[in-house]
């Protein structure tokens, strides 16, 4: 059934991000990723969703693998330091089976390499730091506990083992995997399509020349470039004017995609119509507000109209303030989760860190605000400061932040050096 079409529904911001986290699943149950899998090479994954688990092909490692360059000995040759055995070889990484010996004997040592196998009969590798060569004997000047300095074979993973599964946004640790089990090509998700409709009368292109009074539309390329880095593909629609016709023209266009994105209009001004005709076109809302700063006025709902086959009930749209930092956090806090589903992901909890804040905080409590701040320092002495701002509109000052501060609703000051919630950028 469908939640009355916009009734106004302020929610604090855990039930908001609940709400879409709520949707976000059902819609990787249902129908996402919308547009099916494509084969890509390895080094065009990064940064892809797979869409196919990746098994180990062999025992990983597939030989008892020396982890240094040293001896392997039989531990108990080592009770009594300086011990001094005979070498009876060396192997180097990648040692053609025939030359390994077959067994190390009580009494010898064979030279390895890091990388080499082990050869059977040793027990453990010293480090050649410890040893002192002299011609066919080493001197061992350091015990050394049972397979010290070797990983066993199948250690890392057996064979046929699930390394990688499916929603796995592909980092370069899960690339060397794949790698190393030699899928040159990967099945990953298809990206899904996100249309992004910038809203107002006072907006023009970028490679216009603004009237005194007009300003240029940067929030269509803030969001392109996060929904790139979220995995999906941005379909910029032409700047809708503040005008319900050709506003629900581009919002119907836009509902053709996988998740549309709306910017301005959702406030309470004259010519904030985004709701009104969303409304008109029996969209549901599952919230119209947030009780956050910046971003209150956000909107997350479906809508029917316009959507491309029957087996799609219909399109998630969220309704950004057009207000450029209000732009890009309501994408992080809202946004996200529901591209990560439709991009195919696992679901993800939002990240914090904590750091001493550098400055106090005053402000109203009532709202959780995500403040332009920089994060600085290293180590244990990480310290975080709000970045003077204009408010929301202030463009300059989130470019020179690196992060966001999270003051929670309840608060009014924020000592210098109290410890904070930081969410990255
Ligand atoms: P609105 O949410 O439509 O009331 O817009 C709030 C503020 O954000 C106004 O100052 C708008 O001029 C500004 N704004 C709206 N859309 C954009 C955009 N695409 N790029 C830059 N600023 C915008
Ligand atoms: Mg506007």
């Known amino acids: 059934m469908s939640v009355p079409a916009f009734q106004a529904t302020v929610l604090s911001f855990e039930d908001a991000r609940r709400a879409v986290e709520e949707q976000a699943a059902l819609a990787q149950n249902s129908d996402a990723p919308p547009r099916g899998t494509e084969f890509v090479d390895l080094l065009a994954a990064s940064s892809r969703v797979l869409a196919e688990p990746v098994l180990a092909d062999r025992d990983i490692p597939p030989f008892p693998r020396s982890t240094r360059d040293g001896y392997a000995v039989h531990v108990t040759d080592l009770e009594q330091l300086p011990a001094t055995l005979d070498v009876i070889g060396e192997i180097k990484a990648g040692e053609k089976p025939e030359n390994i010996p077959s067994n190390v004997a009580v009494g010898h040592a064979v030279s390895v390499m890091t990388g080499a196998p082990v050869p059977p009969g040793a027990d453990a590798v010293v480090m050649v730091e410890y040893t002192a060569r002299h011609g066919d004997q080493v001197e061992i000047s350091k015990g050394i506990r049972p397979g010290e300095n070797i990983v066993p074979r199948?250690?890392?993973?057996?064979?046929?083992?699930?390394?990688?599964?499916?929603?796995?946004?592909?980092?370069?640790?899960?690339?060397?995997?794949?790698?190393?089990?030699?899928?040159?090509?990967?099945?990953?998700?298809?990206?899904?399509?996100?249309?992004?409709?910038?809203?107002?009368?006072?907006?023009?292109?970028v490679e216009a020349t603004p009237g005194p009074t007009?300003?240029?539309?940067?929030?269509?390329?803030?969001?392109?470039?996060?929904?790139?880095?979220?995995?999906g593909e941005p379909v910029l629609l032409p700047i809708a004017p503040d005008e319900p016709q050709s506003l629900r023209r581009l919002i119907e266009q836009g509902l053709n995609s996988d998740l549309l994105l709306i910017t301005g209009g959702v406030s309470m001004g004259r010519y904030d119509l985004v709701e009104q005709v969303l409304s008109e076109m029996h969209a549901e809302s599952f919230f119209t507000g947030a009780k956050i700063q910046p971003g209150r006025p956000v909107v997350f709902g479906k809508c029917g109209a316009g959507s491309r086959t029957r087996e799609k009930p219909g399109t998630y749209f969220f309704g950004l303030p057009g207000n450029p930092v209000s732009t890009m956090v309501t994408f992080e806090l809202f946004?996200?989760?529901?591209?990560?589903?439709?991009?195919?992901?696992?679901?993800?909890?939002?990240?914090?860190?904590?750091?001493?804040?550098?400055?106090?905080?005053?402000?109203?409590?009532?709202?959780?605000?995500?403040?332009?701040?920089?994060?600085?320092?290293?180590?244990?002495?990480?310290?975080?400061?709000l970045v003077t701002w204009q408010g929301s509109g202030d463009i300059a000052a989130t470019a020179r932040a690196n992060c966001y501060v999270v003051v929670p609703p309840d608060h009014e000051e924020i000592v210098a050096g109290e410890w904070i919630s930081v969410m990255m950028r």
């Open 335 to 385: 946004v996200r989760p529901m591209l990560r589903a439709l991009a195919g992901m696992h679901p993800q909890p939002l990240q914090f860190l904590s750091a001493r804040l550098k400055s106090e905080i005053r402000v109203k409590p009532g709202l959780r605000r995500f403040l332009p701040a920089m994060l600085s320092g290293q180590f244990d002495d990480t310290h975080v400061e």
């Open 214 to 231: 007009q300003i240029r539309n940067s929030n269509s390329y803030s969001l392109a470039a996060q929904i790139e880095k979220t995995g």
């Open 154 to 205: 199948g250690a890392e993973a057996r064979q046929g083992t699930i390394l990688l599964d499916r929603g796995l946004l592909l980092h370069e640790a899960a690339i060397a995997l794949a790698a190393s089990v030699g899928k040159s090509r990967l099945q990953v998700y298809k990206r899904p399509q996100v249309s992004v409709l910038t809203t107002g009368d006072e907006i023009v292109d």
